[in-house]
């Protein structure tokens, strides 16, 4: 038996481009002759649907979709994911499930058992769980089809007698399939390669895993899909960021033709460049977008995001504005005119001093008698997201965000200012991880000034301004902040491991105070296991003591 692994990135509601890319990945894996084609969890509609799936004619689309998938399978079967209609009166109104497609028709559905209710996901909302389990026969051998967590939860799970595959043994499979649609972040490869490897030793039992690739607003998947041997051994890697489709052969009781491979994944920083590209390609592309605007300081984190988005959209598609104040230096308007220059992309200048000026006059007389303070610095911030965003309202560009996760995880930055924009590219990106990926850019070829680089961080809205007046170090504040929010860990636990006491508690109040801050900001590029956004979801009037 020959099985292909069709590894794709879909649209979501897209039906028509999503259908014909399925079909033609069909007649692609007919014409190498592969007898099944196995395709991603929810492919049909792309995941994750969310609210999509309350509209009756949503799911109507997809059931019409899979009948013209159906109709194309006639020499051929597939695997593919699609909701499907709860037929009981009790329970949620749909199934997360895998149809069987064989001779033009729908055989058989497995529906999905284990349903995510963490961080990005909330599959619960919408899906009802399956609590019967069966395999698939296909040409005289049984077929053991999960989706997703169906095959991660190798463990006992409270709300389940066992897991489907430790119902699904009971018969006997010849061997496995999981669909998934497994989001990236830069260590969750790791993670899911000892996952799959785990179940394949536990059921002895050898796995095609196929996940899909694209981004969907926030969330991005790395595609990496997976073959296991019984030994739990990897024989083969679909390609990462990337649309891919192999085929392999069964000869009944192991995938043949393949050696055992090491698992080597990219370095981490590599892993975070090739999805920030694919985060804003996928974006544009699929919201119908095409050229992008930012704020171009001089500073890193605007190099970094024009680099990127000059790399992702093209530098023809790129505008960097560059708006210094009346405490802008000299050498932060050349760092930024010499990146443009590096680039190719377009570029403006319009200083902001009149209109930062007019604005102080006309509040003048209600500040009369004040210290110039964050209100002053405010308004410059907000007079250059007027000017970027009168760019994307005239020309058609749409803005970036440049925000990094530190600023935003401490509230270092100003609302309506430059937390403005249509997507936040570096707001799940570590400031001192904004360096190395500045770095891992300049790796062949000086493209970010190094000046950008060395010299001091600074917002350059007051004289001699540095960040570092307003926050601790960033390679300490960095460490600290991850143990917060990644690792989720109390400011005791923060404070046993050795940071300072006062630090601990100023920059947890700093966190917890600015949530209504990123309430307010655009959806971020998720990269990391917790990002700011639907994975994390915090109340804005909590108070919360550690």
């Known amino acids: ?109 497995v529906n999905k058992a284990l349903l995510p209710t963490y961080d990005v996901f909330d599959e619960y909302r919408y899906f009802e769980p399956s609590v019967s389990f069966s395999c698939i026969e296909f040409q005289g051998r049984k077929i053991a089809l999960t989706i997703c967590e169906d095959l991660w ?150 190099a970094l995001v024009c680099a990127l988005a000059a790399e992702a959209l093209g530098p023809q598609n790129v505008m960097a504005v560059l708006m210094p104040s009346k405490y802008s230096t000299g050498h932060s308007v050349q760092d930024a005119l010499d990146l443009v220059q590096n680039l190719g992309c377009k570029h403006e200048i319009i200083a902001i001093k009149d209109a930062a000026d007019a604005f102080e006059s006309m509040l003048a007389p209600v500040f009369e008698g004040l210290p110039f303070n964050v209100a002053e610095e405010n308004i410059q911030a907000r007079c250059r997201a007027v000017i970027v965003m009168a760019f994307s309202n005239k020309f058609g560009y749409i803005l970036l965000n440049t925000s990094n996760k530190s600023e935003c995880a401490v509230g270092y930055g100003t609302l309506y200012g430059d937390m403005a924009g249509a997507i936040g590219v570096l ?21 970010i000034p190094q000046n950008s680089i060395v010299k001091p961080p600074s917002a350059e809205l007051r004289p001699d301004q540095k960040d570092s007046d307003s926050l601790p170090e960033y390679d300490v504040l960095d460490k600290l902040l991850f143990q917060y929010i990644e690792l989720k860990k109390s400011s005791r636990d923060i404070i046993a491991q050795g940071f300072d006491e006062q630090l601990v508690r100023k920059v947890i109040a700093m966190v917890n105070k600015a949530e209504f801050k990123r309430y307010q900001t655009p959806p971020i590029l998720r990269v990391s296991p917790k990002a700011f956004g639907m994975g994390r979801r915090m109340p804005i009037v909590g108070k919360y003591l550690s």
């Open 153 to 302: 939860n190798i463990n006992d799970n409270p709300l389940y007698i066992s897991a489907p595959m430790d119902e699904l043994v009971k018969e006997s499979p010849d061997f496995m399939i999981n669909i998934a649609a497994s989001p990236f972040s830069y260590n969750h490869d790791d993670n899911r390669y000892k996952i799959l490897s785990d179940n394949c030793k536990k059921y002895q039992l050898p796995l095609l895993y196929v996940n899909q690739v694209g981004s969907q607003t926030e969330i991005i998947f790395d595609g990496g899909s997976l073959v296991f041997n019984a030994q739990g051994e990897m024989l083969d890697q679909l390609n990462y960021f990337e649309e891919d489709l192999r085929v392999y052969e069964f000869d009944g009781t192991a995938i043949t033709g393949l050696e055992k491979k090491e698992h080597n994944p990219l370095p981490d920083i590599e892993q975070i460049h090739q999805a920030l590209i694919l985060g804003i390609r996928d974006y544009f592309h699929k919201s119908g977008f095409s050229k992008a605007v930012l704020g171009l300081s001089g500073g890193i984190d605007s």
């Open 1 to 109: 038996m020959k099985i292909a692994l069709a590894q794709l990135n879909y649209h979501i509601g897209n039906f028509e481009s999503n259908t014909k890319k399925i079909i033609a990945a069909i007649g692609d894996a007919k014409l190498k002759g592969a007898d099944l084609v196995v395709f991603a969890e929810l492919a049909v509609c792309g995941y994750p649907p969310r609210d999509f799936l309350e509209f009756t004619e949503f799911v109507e689309l997809c059931d019409h979709s899979i009948e013209e998938i159906a109709a194309a399978c006639t020499d051929i079967a597939c695997i593919i994911g699609a909701p499907t209609k709860n037929p009981r009166i009790e329970g949620k109104d749909l199934f997360n499930s895998a149809y069987f497609i064989e001779g033009g028709k729908i055989t058989q559905v």
């Open 427 to 447: 707001g799940d990106v570590y400031k001192t991880q904004v360096y190395q990926l500045a770095n891992f850019i300049n790796r062949e070829r000086e493209i």
